[in-house]
């Protein structure tokens, strides 16, 4: 089992904001980074840091965090983001450890 | 650009061992900054870190894999590999390689490889 949490499915209108949340307990010390992935592609990095995008990824992306909870916030979410989104950090013994994933709908 | 590409093959029959190799170009993979890291998918499923390694050979594994995992580097080629030994069903997924990059306080996997699917069967 994973040692970071996310909830399995959340929605969010088109247009409208949308937080996906990673709970764990090395986020209280370590950030996460965020991932993108589309059926049948291989994941993208999206958010690193304390709230760093990759070049090319979209501003409507950013992140932040407090106490165990790292969040992904998309904001004016669009069809395109529809996707399968994933947090990383490390386990208790320092081994980088992958969230459950989060399946997005754009409605 | 740096770019990935994984390699091996598609098929591999119970109790055998599963070998790929990860292909950097675009830049070295002896680079001091980065590690190099080996991630898989079981289908219809979500991520999960195998093992990485520094261009020196020094290799951190999923201790849950441990026991099988071998990963290695050929700095001459720009390569590293996977072997994961007596396979069983369950080690079919899509083999991911990707950079590992560390600061203080997080690290990130980007850029990732395409994939490649692995299927154990016999």
């Known amino acids: 089992s994973s040692e970071l949490t996310q909830d399995p499915a959340v929605s969010v209108a088109l247009g409208q904001t949308v937080r996906i949340t990673c709970q764990g307990d090395s986020l209280r010390s370590y950030y996460a980074s965020w991932y993108q992935q589309k059926p049948g592609q291989a994941p993208v990095l999206v958010i690193y840091?304390?709230?760093n995008r990759p070049s090319g990824i979209p501003d409507r992306f950013s992140g932040s965090s407090s106490g165990n909870t790292a969040s992904l916030t998309i904001t004016g979410a669009q069809a395109e983001d529809e996707a399968d989104y994933y947090c990383?950090?490390?386990?208790?013994?320092?081994?980088?450890?992958f969230g459950g994933g989060t399946k997005l709908t754009v409605l | 650009q740096l770019q990935l590409q994984e390699s091996g093959p598609g098929l591999v029959k119970p109790s055998e061992t599963l070998s790929l190799t990860c292909t950097v170009s675009?830049?070295?993979?002896?680079?001091?900054?980065?590690?190099w890291g080996w991630i898989r998918q079981p289908p219809g499923k979500g991520l999960e870190w195998i093992g990485s390694i520094y261009y020196s050979g020094s290799t951190y594994y999923n201790p849950s894999l441990k026991s099988r995992v071998t990963i290695s580097v050929d700095t001459s080629k720009n390569q590293f590999s996977l072997k994961l030994s007596s396979v069983t069903a369950a080690d079919t997924a899509v083999y991911y390689c990707a950079r590992l990059a560390a600061a203080a306080g997080t690290w990130w996997f980007d850029p990732w490889g395409q994939g490649t699917l692995v299927t154990v069967s016999s």
């Open positions: 675009g830049g070295s993979i002896s680079s001091s900054s980065y590690y």
């Open positions: 990383n950090s490390r386990d208790s013994s320092g081994n980088p450890v």
């Open positions: 840091g304390k709230n």
